[in-house]
């Protein structure tokens, strides 16, 4: 019913991730598998919308209306099991610069921000670009590759007069949807030790067969915690620049929009609005029908890279992004990295998330593409053990 198979025109559209091969990787054919966007179509109920919004072919101001907030909360409700009040969203204009705002906003120059690592390398960068100091809680993994959070070294970490602590749920890029039990322990740990949990659920969405995401904002702390969502990943939206914070508590949304009123910030604009009201309004059965055709990469990645005994593959609960444990080529990830570039294909280096073995491979294209760029990566990678 929806097509996952025709890959999207993206060369030559300024893209990120296509456009940008030769002056980041010296290889502007290579196959790119690195930024977590998809190379497949949009919900055709959002390019609908945006088609309908450029038809009437005027662009004033606009902001976001109640029928905005009700698809918002109507979705967190229906498919993430919270029920929130339209007041409680802050729509914002991207996790990254609004993490950079929350890290601002809430603590003070040189208060201690926790990262829980290998993560999302800019989470890092904004504690430490903003004069905060950086507290790193190691996940632990298992011989499986399956990463936990060790509860006793976070709460000994947390206890050390931590201020903040950034929750990446699911997690980007171990591919854990962190269970009720652990978000309800690191929530009891924040409230326990007066730390704000500020959740980035941005990839709540993308789950594998039979895994259901816990969210923060179902873990009874609502004076405590700050959750970050977007339609970006889940419906290939990200260049339109629209997410939105879910703050239960009035205290904490009134600090915040205060915040960002004092420095002119504004809010998403109009097409971001309408994309995003569209795919949660009508994106239901689309976002679905991604997840099993993610789910069907994520088979052929493990099928394809069984003839690499030796080259580990974590479990992928949730994102399209899978994380491959190469250390068995002797070789750090951005040597990896660079002979793969030159081979034909990009991806991650592990290092930028903190763990210099590994690799990340983004599998939100079409199957064809994924199946090319395998041969290449297994071939490489096999050439490349030492
Ligand atoms: C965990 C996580 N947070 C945030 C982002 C980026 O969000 P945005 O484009 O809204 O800044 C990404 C993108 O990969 C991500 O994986």
Redesign the pocket.
Known sequence: MFDFDTPAPRAGTGSVKWDLRESSFGNASALPFWV?DSDYRSPPEVTDALRDAAARCVFGYSFPTERYKSAVADWIATRHGWQIRPDWIVPST????ELANIVRCFTAPGDKVLIQTPV?DPFAAIVTSSGRTLAENRLVRDEKLRYTMDLTDLRRDLGSGVKMMIL?SPH?PVGRVWTEAEVRAVAALCREFGVLLVS?E??WDILMPGISHFTAGNAGIDENVIVLT?P?KTFNV?GLKC?NDIIPSSALRRRLVAWKETRHMEGPNNFGLIACEAAYTHGAGWCDAQNAYLAGNAALVREHLAALPDLGVAPLEGTYLMWLDASFTGRSSVELCRRLNAAGVILNDGRRYGDDAFLRLNIACPRAQLERGLTILADTLQRSAL
């Open positions: 977590a991207g996790i990254v610069s999302y990446c980007n980035d941005i990839h977007a970006s990200a997410s």
